[in-house]
């Protein structure tokens, strides 16, 4: 969620940063016309943008197996349905400021079956696992000049809970996006993240965005480190893409047994690799299905309060297939 936020909020940097070079005697309402513009465009390449999304990933059944302290703990067969929500709200803007929340709901449901159990506490009987998590994100962005370059500041803070009476995890990020280069066909920025999150030891990273068309109509959309895609767009309503793309999944939960701790997350990074068609219905509403390969590269259950690197569960899964249903909207509400 944090890593998504950022990257979507670099790449609407870099695709409005013309906005800035807008000429002063064009007027108002053609400049509101060229930002709706700028701002569908940057929402059809990059869904993050989007005002409201609604996404469902199938993941097929795989292999699993558990350690637990890194003994072995179970091994099976396991299955997933995620279903996420999320609603990006601006809120207002003056100057070379502007200030926007975004909502998120977040629900996961694992099944194991076919469950070998090593512990004589867990038997054989296939289970669920099946978890809510909800999570607001507040920025502040800020457009401005360092060294004679254009710069866009960006601070965000961002509260995850599964329990509306308290706030599990809380973080914080700082960002500096410098836009190198735009033209018709090529556009390109990079920048630098302060990360404060207790769960992460990532102090700080680097982020880069390029977008290029070619003549044969295909685009090239990177925004590392999170994606990597073409993109072939067949009318102004119908889309196909294909790439890779981080993502991820984080779960609360309470244990009551010795010598685990009591309040826990439960957190996952895959890669989803595939191909996807998105259809674009009236002016904003859009329907998409994409498949592929889910590649899992950690599952680990840890101390809220600890690093993931201190984590007493760990899953290994094995590759299986998804394909993903959404249905999102394009940005109806503009800042004032």
Known sequence: MIKSLVLSAMFFLVVNCGLAQTKPELSKHTK??????????????NP??????????????????????????????SSTIRTTVNLNLPVASWGKNSLAVSGTFFQQKINVSDVQSFSPTLGNEDFDFNKGTFGLTASFTR?????????????????????????????????????????????????VVVNIDPSLKIPAFLIFSYWHKFQNKIELNVTLPN????????????????GTSLSGSLAFFELNQANLPRDANYTT???????GVEYRVGKKMIF????????????????RRESSSEYFLNNKLSNVP??????SLLPFLHKK
């Open 288 to 303: 998409g299905i994409n498949g592929g390969i889910l590649t899992p590269l950690s599952a680990r259950a840890f101390d």
């Open 269 to 275: 990074i895959d890669l989803k690799s595939g191909l």
């Open 322 to 327: 998804y394909v993903n249903f959404s249905f």
């Open 32 to 45: 509101d016309s060229l930002s709706r513009i700028y701002l569908d465009n940057a929402a059809i390449l």
């Open 143 to 191: 457009a401005d000049l360092l060294f004679g370059r254009a710069v866009y500041y960006m601070a965000s803070a961002t509260g995850v809970t599964n329990d509306l009476a308290e706030v599990k995890r809380l973080s914080f990020l700082g960002t500096a996006v410098f836009p190198l280069k735009q033209t018709a066909t090529t556009r390109y920025a990079a920048g």
């Open 48 to 77: 993050v943008l989007r005002q409201v999304t609604v996404s469902t990933d199938l993941i097929s059944r795989g292999d699993i197996e558990s350690k637990l302290m890194g003994e072995p703990l179970m091994k099976g067969k």
């Open 227 to 242: 994606s990597f895609g073409l993109r072939r767009a067949f009318s102004d309503r119908f889309w196909a893409t294909l």
